[in-house]
Structures are given as structure tokens and as C-alpha cells.
């Protein structure tokens, strides 16, 4: 039987994806202790303010200028997935809706026909240092699905299902179920209009740790499927015999069994799984359509409408910062 690596890829900060996923971004950041507003209390001075990228003293402000993050900017034609492991992040959109997240939660956005929101990462520990660690996926919506209303799902860490699975000598593998069911156990429902919502779909994002020496078996899927395993922390593995190591994505055979051996210090994989939509793609920016003529007229759109304008104080909007994980839906579609 051939090898069920059908091709290895370095991973950055921006990590390679395949059809249905357009993007994922590996955000992991030490940030320092807070400064009372919610951003570091450490100088700024020196850092490309607006376009923070470079990692200085191991973290960024991306596009924010007080608090770290991504202040408001639009999208049309797709979904995200923010999966945060570590740290928290304020969510407000040009709909009225509002949140706090993080710490093992995930936030399924449907922007369709076009949404103006902000991801801000709030530095609320004024003591000790703020990590935040997240990913962040964008997910294609096929052409029928582009203009659905906006819409989105909270998938709260205590509600999202978690497998434990055992190797013959007793170590067990922790799998958390975002998407896509794992035997019986089902994951949380994604938002109606998601490429994810028909199960045909074959649509997966499993993260998962793995104790060393641990094994973990993953089971076959069909042969209409795109799948990539991420390995972005510790140290090596055997992936059905080959030696691996971290810091790769690996595209698979996905009618193929996956065994993954641990053979060092605790492994964490991201597994991302799904059907083609196989239809034209075209992007600019935070749209994506079908056509060059849909994405004009995303733009033209958005110069006129704003998507419903913005509705809160500051484009880097940060909630209360003694306000508790929340969701506030305002008038967005939602399904909590």
C-alpha cells in the first residue's frame, strides 16, 4: 500500500489549506501583563503600530494600536472558525452582537452576504503574562450559500465534545470534536448554511493531543475528501512508519487509516477534513466569491451600506473588563 503522506509543507504563521478551507491562521502570542486598559503594559515603541507582524519579544499587536488584535473590517462569501485555546477574545459586530470567548471555546461565524467585525484580544491579567493562542480558519461557502443572512454560533469549551481514546498499553489520546462526528460521539451543530451543515460534506476539525508515547488511530474517510494533518507542537512522530517532525502540515491519503505514534514529548494535531466545493474562487481581501463581477460588487456594496455600520464606540471595541465570558447576539441569525 502506498504512503499514506501524499505531501509535507512547512508551517508559518499562515498554514496551507485545501478546498473547502481557504485560510488558517496560527496565532500564539506571550503577551506580557496588562496595563489597565487591556493592553500590554510594556512599550510600544519601535513596533510597525497598525501592522504588527514581527513577533517582537514573542508577540504582536496585529492591526490594533492600544489593545492587541483585529479591529473592525468586513468579510462576504465565507465562514470563520475561531478556535481559541489560550486567552480570550472580544467580539463585536455591525449588527449589534457582542461577546467574550476563549479558553477552549469557539465562535462559528457565517458572514454571507457581509458582516463588519472586530477580533480583539484583551489583556485583562494585570499580575502575571496574557498567552493567547488560537487558530483561525476560513471556511468557503458554495455559491448558493454566498448571500445567506449573517449568522453565528457560540460552541462553549464545556459543551464541545471531547474523546478520549486508549492505546493497547492505556495512554489516552484527548480528541476535541469541533466539527465533524468521531464514531458516536456528534459535535456541536454549525451554523444551517455551513458547507459543514450536510454531514455528505465529510467536513472535520479535530484537535488533538497526544501524551508521548502515545498512539492515536484515526479512521479512513472517502475518497472525495481533502485532508491535512497539522502537527504544530512537540518534538517528532511516526505517521504510519515515517518519522515526522513538528512544525509540518501533512496532506494524507484520507481513505487511508491514520496511525500516529508518538515517539516525543506531548504532541498536539490539528486535523482539518472536507469535500471540495469545487467551484471558482475568487478573493479579495476579506471577500470571497465566485467572480470578478461578485467581488466588484462586494466592494460597491460595502461603500454604500457598511454592512450595517458600526455601532460601538471604538473600532478596537474591548468589552467591560470585569465582565465574564458571554454572547450577545443583537440582531444577528442566530443558534446558541
Known amino acids: 500500500m502506498s504512503s ?5 509543507l512547512p508551517l508559518e504563521m499562515f498554514w496551507p489549506t485545501f478546498d473547502p478551507f481557504l485560510f488558517c491562521a496560527f496565532h500564539n502570542d506571550h503577551y506580557p501583563k496588562g496595563n ?8 510600544l515603541s519601535g513596533r510597525s503600530l497598525g501592522q504588527d507582524f514581527a513577533g517582537t519579544d514573542g508577540w504582536r499587536m496585529y492591526h490594533g494600536k492600544r489593545v492587541p488584535g483585529f479591529p473592525a473590517h468586513p468579510h462576504r462569501g465565507f465562514e470563520t472558525v475561531t478556535i481559541v485555546n ?3 477574545v472580544d467580539h463585536a459586530d455591525s449588527m449589534g452582537a457582542a461577546g467574550r470567548y476563549g479558553e477552549g471555546d469557539s465562535q462559528w461565524m457565517t458572514a454571507g452576504q457581509g458582516v463588519q467585525h472586530s477580533e480583539m484580544f484583551p489583556l485583562l491579567n494585570e499580575e502575571q ?5 488560537l487558530f483561525q480558519l476560513w471556511l468557503n461557502l458554495p455559491a448558493k450559500s454566498k448571500m445567506v443572512p449573517p449568522h453565528f454560533t457560540m460552541l462553549w ?3 464541545t465534545p471531547v474523546v478520549l481514546v486508549a492505546d493497547e498499553r492505556g495512554i489516552e489520546s484527548r480528541i476535541k470534536v469541533i466539527a465533524g ?4 460521539v456528534q459535535a456541536l451543530a454549525c451554523p444551517p448554511n455551513s458547507w459543514a451543515a450536510d454531514k455528505s460534506n465529510g467536513v472535520v476539525i479535530w484537535l488533538i493531543d497526544i501524551p508521548a508515547q502515545g498512539q492515536c488511530v484515526l479512521p479512513a474517510g472517502e475518497s472525495s475528501l481533502n485532508r491535512t494533518l497539522y502537527f504544530f ?15 509540518q502540515a501533512l496532506v494524507l491519503d484520507p481513505q487511508q487509516v491514520l496511525t500516529l505514534n508518538n515517539t516525543g514529548e506531548s504532541a498536539r494535531v490539528l486535523l482539518l477534513q472536507g ?24 466592494f460597491a456594496d460595502y461603500q454604500q451600506s457598511q454592512f450595517g455600520g458600526w455601532p460601538w464606540p471604538r473600532a478596537d471595541q474591548v468589552h467591560d473588563k470585569n465582565k465574564p465570558r458571554f454572547a450577545d447576539y443583537g440582531s444577528l441569525v442566530i443558534d446558541d
Not at 489597565?36 to 510594556?42: A, F, N, T, V
Not at 503574562?129 to 493562542?133: A, H, I
Open 275 to 298: 469535500k471540495p466545493i469545487d467551484e471558482p474562487v475568487e478573493q479579495h481581501g476579506p471577500f470571497v466569491m465566485n467572480s470578478r463581477e461578485e467581488l466588484q460588487q462586494a
Open 36 to 43: 489597565g486598559e487591556m493592553g500590554p503594559k510594556s512599550p
Open 157 to 159: 469549551n464545556e459543551d
Open 4 to 8: 499514506v503522506i501524499l505531501q509535507r
Open 86 to 88: 489560550k486567552g480570550l
Open 129 to 133: 503574562d496574557n498567552p493567547v493562542e
Open 181 to 184: 462526528d468521531f464514531g458516536e
Open 233 to 247: 507542537e512537540g518534538d517528532q512522530m511516526q505517521v504510519d512508519g515515517t518519522l515526522v517532525a513538528s512544525k
